[in-house]
């Protein structure tokens, strides 16, 4: 019991682990995490899913396109000016698409990278990996993960719990 | 639709009579006629893209995005007002006009009375004919849709030229049909996401529309502003790098003074403030909500056809700019609820086009 990560429990389908998942919270469980082979619309709200990235997104875009925008215009109007066709050389037209372009590479970048350290990543390998079934989350099955972490954990009733609702099978995951 | 054929006739009848009586009212049918047909081209552009990739997003919409799509017949013969009054809007019908500078002179072939009233009904006949076929329940076409989309991209250009940019024959841009095509791309899904929000949860025939399919629809909201707000800027941006006299010559009345200031609600209301309202889940997954972001973008896209059409022709901007298209949109409302008839109003997913 002491080297119990916590239980999986593998389904055939995805209307299957989004009905457990609810049944979980429901049941007052909350170190839940599904493993499906695409993401399986309602999942998120089902197990109260909130990030913060979509802030990350938001202020890296931001920082991204002011600092090229900003860039550019030093360089044209501070640092190395040129008479193109007698424009100003604060071209400010011509110093969109750049921010566009910039600020949606900034926002990218930024919400990849803060996703991977978000998630832990990168990281060689999980205990999930020593379960020879797990292999196929990538493929056609489809997991219900409860943690031994959870405050309401305990092993015999997870076990008789994740059994009522129906899985192929639940599999334990060791430390 | 005898019905609505006939009620149409005789609307283009009073609207070409009222034409004849006044040029202001013929110049404010030209701009409601640009902007309903814009939006039952938006929703013939939508209804082609679901034809070709499918998703429940076209399955929700398509009772809708199909009746719209079949008023383009009916506003094609709504085109009669203006096809029988053309000097009134064209300077170019004035030959001594046209001949008098030779930038203009250069293209009297083409902008000949009856050559411009037969590219008109070549282009509103293909458009119908493929409107038609392409928004008949049952199976997806998408074959017929890539053809349509094709056909449309190339035929819109001219269209837009013809109809909006010959009111100033000087200008030349080649961008000016796909930027107008993209905003009446915003405009029809816009006018489809009022409806949605105005119908849903009314009745059997129109189920409650779950957040998210109402976050899909207002992704696809988000994404056609972009398209616009990219290939508009970028028109002109390449006016502006380019500095040619004849261009610039076009956008000047339209940056300086009373519509220099629209052009910067256009740039803010138009633009900035409908992005940064459709980047936030709360609004994209409400109906309601985002049918309010769409009611500003429809209505500011009539902005942009004033802004466009307005600082080209000699008369000031009046009453009628506003009444008649408020006029032909309630007549172009009903139309699309009598075409609904007591059929669905909005789909369901199981009911998705390959599964009819």
């Known amino acids: 019991m002491n080297g119990l990560r916590g239980l999986l429990a593998e389904f055939a389908g995805a209307d299957d682990v989004l009905a457990a998942t609810r049944a979980a919270r429901r049941a007052g469980y909350v170190a839940l995490e599904v493993f499906s082979p695409y993401p399986v619309e309602g999942v998120a709200e089902a197990l109260g899913f909130r990030t913060r990235l979509a802030w990350v997104t938001f202020v890296a875009g931001l920082l991204g396109g002011a600092a090229i925008f900003l860039f550019q215009g030093w360089v044209h109007a501070i640092d190395w000016q040129l008479d193109i066709g007698g424009r100003r050389s604060f071209a400010a037209p011509a110093f969109i698409v750049p921010t566009f372009e910039i600020t949606i590479l900034a926002a990218a970048l930024a919400t990849v990278f803060a996703m991977f350290v978000k998630n832990g990543l990168p990281r060689l390998h999980h205990p999930l990996f020593a379960v020879p079934a797990f292999e196929r989350a990538s493929q056609d099955r489809f997991f219900l993960f409860i943690g031994a972490d959870d405050p309401r954990f305990a092993e015999s009733t997870v076990r008789a719990f994740l059994g009522s609702l129906a899985p192929l099978e639940v599999h334990d995951v060791s430390r | ?356």
């Open chain 2, 1 to 356: 639709m005898t019905l609505v054929l006939g009620a149409t006739l005789v609307l283009a009848a009073l609207a070409a009579a009222a034409g004849r009586a006044s040029p202001a009212f013929l110049h404010a049918w030209l701009l409601a006629w640009l902007l309903w047909l814009g939006v039952a081209l938006g929703a013939l552009v939508f209804l082609c893209i679901h034809h070709l990739v499918r998703g429940r997003w076209g399955a929700t919409v398509r009772p809708l995005l199909a009746a719209m799509t079949r008023t383009l017949p009916l506003l094609a013969l709504l085109f009669l007002p203006i096809a029988l009054d053309l000097a009134v809007l064209y300077p170019w019908t004035d030959l001594e006009w046209l001949q008098a500078a030779p930038l203009r002179a250069a293209k009297a072939a083409y902008l000949d009375a009856d050559f411009f009233l037969a590219r008109a009904a070549v282009i509103l006949v293909v458009w119908s004919v493929l409107a038609l076929r392409l928004a008949r329940p049952g199976r997806r076409r998408p074959g017929l849709a890539a053809l349509a989309l094709v056909v449309f991209f190339a035929t819109v250009t001219i269209a837009a030229v013809d109809w909006i940019l010959s009111l100033d024959p000087d200008m030349s841009t080649s961008a000016f049909g796909l930027a107008l095509a993209t905003g009446d791309a915003v405009a029809g899904w816009s006018a489809v996401v009022i409806a949605v929000a105005l119908v849903h949860g009314r009745s059997a025939h129109a189920p409650l529309v779950v957040p998210e399919r109402a976050q899909q629809l207002g992704t696809l909201l988000f994404a056609a502003l972009m398209l616009w707000g990219y290939i508009a800027f970028t028109q002109y941006l390449l006016v502006w790098g380019a500095d040619l006299p004849r261009e610039v010559g076009w956008f000047l009345p339209r940056l300086h003074g009373d519509w220099g200031r629209v052009a910067w609600s256009l740039v803010g209301l138009h633009f900035a403030a409908p992005f940064v309202l459709l980047l936030q889940r709360p609004i994209k997954r409400s109906p309601a909500r985002l049918a309010a972001v769409a009611a500003l973008l429809l209505s500011m896209h009539y902005v942009e056809l004033l802004w466009l059409v307005v600082p080209s022709r000699g008369l000031p901007l009046g009453w009628l700019d506003l009444a008649v298209p408020l006029g032909l949109g309630a007549s172009w409302a009903l139309a699309v609820a009598v075409l609904l008839g007591r059929g669905p109003l909005i789909g369901l997913p199981e009911e998705d086009i390959d599964r009819v």
